[in-house]
């Protein structure tokens, strides 16, 4: 059965398209099994039925015509029951069905079995056979195995069209195409690929005739492409921060890498290879050395340089760089891969939103695309994109949703949201310099994240009160190596200068997961489980100590510093925090540095910390949450794996309950508990954060001034009695439920939909 298993799955993947792989299925079972007949339903979603798609032993006919409701007949309580169904005389139970034309009455023996993935039903597979039997327990395994299989595939024809053209070629109308939400808002625009340049996998391998002229080739495609991002940088400027301006300035050093450059010249002049292979070699070789740390910062590194690598390969080939730019006055641009390169192709007035078939909302792209503005949707998988080249679509990055071709009602519906958009973000700008205070007058503090010093005219003009979060580790992650100990002085110095006295909470190195240096790879099998955090600061007291001092020097002039250190799992852990820190100061003083001792927090982020909050809260002066790992780790949950992604939702009862435990526990021993995260940023789990206790909220600038709209709409008593509904209900549907309907009532209801 196995050798017949696997030249099954392999006629299936060799198969030209969907019909040939289906007939390809039902044949070769009813073969291999020895029965009559083998048939396929597959799932119509958008009608709820069951459609026949393919058979050996019925009537040929019948493919693609008939159509089964989801309660009708035996396939239906297949899909429903989600288990095989074996049944010795199929038209003794009460639930067959005959399909005239169809079915014969002397197939007496039936055997079904679901198609799943991902908690889909995808179809139903069935074998017939004359004899009245059960079909033996290896017949079953073996046809559950094949539907496994044959799963798969079908999930991969979903998510490029090929099911639903399958099973409705005659539809039109408005298609849905669903992703990960990459930065909120909504656009309407015409779809543009951008059509980048020669792949370097397609260079052919040849000699050089003329060294000389190949080493002025590259070295003048290099300039081209170098100029192209200067110029890139420069137009998009208006638009961008200065944080995001930075990755060109990131790009720009990738390019002018001595080593990339290096390596070039040397296969051209050395080893007389043409320019184009020896470009090859050496950008390739780099980017399976990113790949290989299947790290998700890396990964996307390693795109970059292959991005760079393009282009300059498309000089060196063509010969010219200029690229047309999109026609469509508002352009919503899709690529598989997308880059700060594709981005900067367009114009920005024309540029209305972004959909990657790869990345995550962690990419580059996707954070780009929040500080400018628009929408984008992340990781719609493998689909044919070619096809949506020039078609009016609808992005809505709220739901991660892109809508090709819509129709006129859905077309109004996505206007009247846009205009309303628009009429709320002018709305709420008056609340920037307005306190955040509840209706009654209860006040919670509202702080800014920020990660690099060009945050910081953002932060100002936000309304924050203070930064609750300041990840040190971009300032890590930008360069080739450690910075010393002046250079982090001078960024910590500006960044406490410029917001005192607004207090500043900087978080001490922050490595390893999804964040690993360039310089310094962390290759482990789960590095979410691993090391990082305060393990790694730990176990490198010279990194830690170089960095405490660092601080404390920058704060001894404004003294609006605050502390915070990361991923803490154990109070020894703490501990051994505080002994270094007290080592730093110690040093500083003998070394003639009036510097003070400033406020020290731990960010819970794990279990073990969140149930330790008692402890931890005597050791230190303020508890800092991190609800998103606090939530991966709780629900067991990667947020970027497409297959569980929907699992992850922060309120989950079992998140809200350990979070108001967390909160009741730092205020027992009469600390302070700060609330930070993708949650911070929702107004509705704003509001329920409130209503717990939370002493303050820190969250993204563009977040602002929606949860500052929402709390200032609620009365704390209000807050208090949707935090004891909540944490009463049992699942996240009801919470979300209640949230909403509390939150249409306050009149919030234009950002309800930015917490389905």
């Known amino acids: 059965m196995l050798e017949t298993l696997r030249r099954i799955v392999q006629d299936v993947s060799a198969a030209p398209d969907l019909p040939s792989a289906l007939a390809i299925t039902v044949n070769q079972i009813r073969d291999a099994m020895h029965v009559a007949a083998c048939t396929l339903y597959l799932a119509d979603e958008d009608n709820r039925e069951y459609v026949l798609m393919a058979t050996a032993g019925l009537n040929p006919r019948a493919v693609g015509r008939v159509r089964l409701s989801r309660q009708q007949g035996l396939i239906g309580l297949v899909a429903e029951r989600q288990e095989p169904l074996n049944l010795e005389d199929a038209a003794r139970h009460p639930r067959f069905h005959l399909v005239q034309d169809v079915d014969k009455e002397d197939y007496h023996a039936f055997l079904g079995v679901p198609l799943i993935q991902y908690r889909r039903v995808l179809g139903v597979l069935t074998i017939q056979h004359t004899a009245s039997r059960q079909f033996h327990p290896a017949e079953v395994d073996f046809l559950v195995t094949i539907a496994a299989q044959l799963a798969s595939t079908l999930n991969h024809a979903i998510l490029?069209?090929?099911?639903?053209?399958?099973?409705?070629?005659?539809?039109?109308?408005?298609?849905?195409?669903?992703?990960?939400?990459?930065?909120?808002?909504?656009?309407?625009?015409?779809?543009?690929?951008?059509?980048?340049?020669?792949?370097?996998?397609?260079?052919?391998?040849?000699?050089?005739?003329?060294?000389?002229?190949?080493?002025?080739?590259?070295?003048?495609?290099?300039?081209?492409?170098?100029?192209?991002?200067?110029?890139?940088?420069?137009?998009?400027?208006?638009?961008?921060?200065?944080?995001?301006?930075?990755?060109?300035?990131?790009?720009?050093?990738?390019?002018?890498?001595?080593?990339?450059?290096?390596?070039?010249?040397?296969?051209?002049?050395?080893?007389?290879?043409?320019?184009?292979?020896?470009?090859?070699?050496?950008?390739?070789?780099?980017?399976?050395?990113?790949?290989?740390?299947?790290?998700?910062?890396?990964?996307?590194?390693?795109?970059?340089?292959?991005?760079?690598?393009?282009?300059?390969l498309h000089h060196l080939r063509a010969g010219?760089?200029?690229?047309?730019?999109?026609?469509?006055?508002?352009?919503?641009?899709?690529?598989?891969?997308?880059?700060?390169?594709?981005?900067?192709?367009?114009?920005?007035?024309?540029?209305?939103?972004?959909?990657?078939?790869?990345?995550?909302?962690?990419?580059?792209?996707a954070i780009l695309a929040r500080a400018i503005g628009i929408p984008a949707i992340m990781g719609l998988g493998d689909r044919p994109i070619g096809r949506y080249e020039g078609c009016a679509v609808i992005v809505d990055g709220y739901q991660g949703r892109i809508y090709i071709e819509p129709d006129p009602a859905v077309r109004e519906e996505y206007r009247q949201l846009i205009a309303a958009e628009a009429e709320l973000s002018a709305e709420l700008n008056a609340l920037r310099d307005q306190p955040t205070v509840t209706r009654d007058g209860h006040p919670l503090s509202l702080y800014a994240k920020a990660g690099l010093l060009t945050d910081i005219a953002t932060v100002r003009d936000s309304g924050a009160e203070g930064i609750g979060l300041y990840r040190t580790e971009f300032a890590f992650m930008v360069r080739e190596s450690f910075p010393s100990e002046d250079e982090q002085y001078q960024i910590y110095r500006q960044m406490l200068a410029a917001l005192t006295p607004r207090p500043v909470v900087m978080r001490t190195l922050d490595i390893g997961g999804d964040?690993?240096?360039?310089?310094?790879?962390?290759?482990?099998?789960?590095?979410?489980?691993g090391w990082r955090g305060m393990r790694f600061t730990l176990d490198h007291p010279e990194i830690f100590l170089t960095q405490l001092r660092a601080m404390l020097r920058a704060n001894a002039e404004s003294n609006n510093l605050r502390i915070l250190f990361p991923m803490i799992t154990t109070v020894e852990e703490v501990e051994e925090a505080l002994r270094l820190l007290d080592q730093a100061h110690r040093e500083l003083r003998e070394d003639g540095w009036p510097a003070a001792r400033p406020p020290i927090g731990v960010m819970i982020e794990v279990p073990s910390a969140a149930w330790q909050a008692a402890q931890l809260a005597r050791k230190v002066d303020f508890l800092s949450v991190g609800t998103n790992d606090l939530t991966q780790y709780l629900l067991a949950v990667d947020r970027d794996n497409a297959h569980i992604a929907g699992l992850y939702d922060n309120l989950h009862p079992a998140v809200l309950k350990t979070i108001a435990h967390i909160i009741a526990e730092g205020h027992r021993a009469d600390r302070l508990v700060n609330l930070c995260g993708e949650m911070a940023a929702d107004p509705g789990a704003a509001v329920l954060l409130l209503g717990m206790g939370a002493d303050s909220l820190s969250a993204s600038t563009v977040s602002l001034p929606r949860v500052k709209w929402a709390i200032r709409s609620f009365p704390q008593a209000e807050t208090r009695e949707l935090a004891r509904q909540a944490l009463q209900l049992d699942t996240v549907r009801q919470v979300r439920r209640l949230l909403n309907d509390a939150l249409r009532r306050a009149g919030l209801g234009e950002i309800v939909h930015e917490i389905h």
């Not at 700060?340 to 995550?360: I, Q």
Request: proline letters at 7%; charged letters at 25%; one cysteine or more.
């Open 160 to 312: 490029s069209g090929a099911t639903q053209e399958l099973l409705n070629p005659l539809a039109t109308g408005t298609r849905a195409l669903q992703g990960i939400a990459g930065a909120p808002g909504v656009a309407m625009g015409i779809v543009t690929i951008p059509h980048l340049l020669a792949e370097l996998d397609d260079v052919p391998d040849r000699r050089a005739f003329d060294p000389a002229a190949e080493e002025a080739a590259f070295r003048a495609a290099i300039a081209t492409v170098d100029d192209e991002l200067r110029v890139a940088c420069e137009r998009l400027s208006p638009l961008l921060p200065p944080t995001e301006q930075a990755l060109f300035t990131v790009h720009r050093m990738m390019l002018g890498s001595d080593n990339l450059i290096g390596d070039t010249l040397a296969g051209i002049l050395q080893a007389g290879r043409w320019a184009p292979a020896a470009w090859r070699d050496a950008v390739l070789a780099r980017v399976r050395l990113l790949e290989r740390a299947e790290d998700p910062y890396l990964s996307a590194r390693a795109e970059d340089i292959r991005d760079l690598g393009r282009r300059v």
């Open 515 to 529: 964040k690993t240096l360039p310089y310094f790879p962390i290759e482990e099998k789960n590095p979410f489980l």
């Open 320 to 365: 010219s760089g200029r690229q047309t730019e999109p026609v469509a006055e508002r352009c919503v641009l899709v690529a598989e891969e997308m880059s700060v390169a594709h981005l900067a192709a367009v114009p920005p007035e024309r540029l209305a939103g972004l959909v990657c078939l790869r990345g995550s909302a962690l990419s580059h792209v």
